[in-house]
């Protein structure tokens, strides 16, 4: 049994009239608990996982209301621990007096840490373990340590991040630092102009440096999955809005904006704890189909992953233009 099978199936209230899903997974039991509430809730800023939950037929938000109140809240954890701890005091805040928050979460994914953080902000709480997880529980009481709750929040938030001068947040992909392949990948490009896309943007580092650097640049495409990202690159690229694009897409799955003259690209190879080696791929093929021909594509990936096959199929020429520090920084043409 899955972390999120625990979680929706233990419902320790199932008469609960007010509820909320932080993190919120399809999952046909969770279309019951949508169902049997009076009032159900389901916040999720992933799109491949809005994506399902909308083919289930759920209806969902990206950010909730700072006036809505709850009797129980459901948190499935981010890989993030301080994005995690931030919907857990964001959780607590939400509870009416009495009110409940749930978690379930996998041995492996920090489950332990978890509770033991979850009985430092709430006091006393209930607790139990199956199928290598763990499910526990709180009541909002006087108990709640107000003053965590407060420095969770504060540390979950966008913040400017002083290393390279950009706004991030905890649960975005290297999110408190400059990636070293970001980095490598940046060296490597020529001045760019015209019209291109930063494919998989994050919190929009790439693009930032890019539009700093490069003013023949006409118009700048950003395409993210996670909607708290695309929000931090949009912050970071305010003063070039007149010539930049946000799209918020599955770049795996749906279509991307078409005929780029070239594409950046430090695509993700894993879905929440897992490597998925393929999900970069699939963005990797669907980028190439979005350049026009004569287009350019700048990939950086770990030396090790297997994507110039795949740059292959799509495209007339592929090299490589240097190996560094475990990354590898590759050029194709259409």
């Known amino acids: 049994m899955s972390a999120i099978e625990l979680l929706y199936r233990n419902i320790p209230d199932p008469s609960a009239k007010n509820v909320l899903v932080l993190n919120a997974q399809a999952h046909p039991l969770l279309n019951e608990i949508c169902r ?130 950009v706004i991030s947040r905890p649960g975005l992909f290297s999110w408190d630092r400059a990636d070293p392949g970001s980095q490598l990948l940046l060296s490597q490009l020529p001045e760019l102009s015209g019209t291109g896309m930063d494919l998989c943007c994050g919190y929009g580092l790439l693009s930032e440096k890019i539009l700093c650097s490069s003013e023949q640049v006409k118009r700048m495409h950003l395409v993210e999955a996670e909607q708290l990202a695309l929000d931090c690159a949009a912050e970071n690229c305010a003063q070039w809005s007149a010539r930049v694009t946000l799209h918020w897409l599955d770049a795996a799955a749906e279509s991307l904006p078409g005929n780029m003259e070239w594409i950046v690209c430090n695509p993700p190879f894993h879905t929440g704890q897992d490597r998925d080696i393929e999900l970069g791929q699939k963005i990797i093929l669907n980028g190439c189909r979005a350049l026009k021909p004569g287009g350019e594509i700048y990939l950086v990936a770990n030396r090790k992953l297997p994507y110039e096959s795949v740059l292959q199929t799509g495209l007339k020429s592929v090299q490589t233009l240097i190996e560094a520090e475990g990354f590898k920084v590759i050029r194709g043409v259409r």
């Open 36 to 165: 049997q509430a009076a009032s159900c809730q389901l916040q999720q800023s992933f799109k491949p996982s809005c994506i399902a939950l909308s083919n289930s037929g759920l209806a969902w938000a990206h950010s909730l209301a700072t006036d809505q109140w709850f009797d129980l809240i459901l948190i499935h954890p981010a890989k993030n621990r301080q994005q995690t701890l931030f919907w857990m005091a964001d959780a607590m805040n939400r509870l009416v007096p009495g009110g409940k928050i749930v978690i379930a979460c996998a041995n492996n994914h920090g489950a332990k840490g978890y509770e033991t953080a979850l009985n430092k902000l709430a006091g006393n709480i209930a607790s139990s373990s199956k199928s290598k997880c763990r499910i526990f529980s709180a009541v909002k009481s006087a108990a709640l340590n107000s003053e965590l709750a407060a420095q969770w929040l504060r540390n979950g938030e966008a913040q400017r991040i002083a290393s390279h001068g």
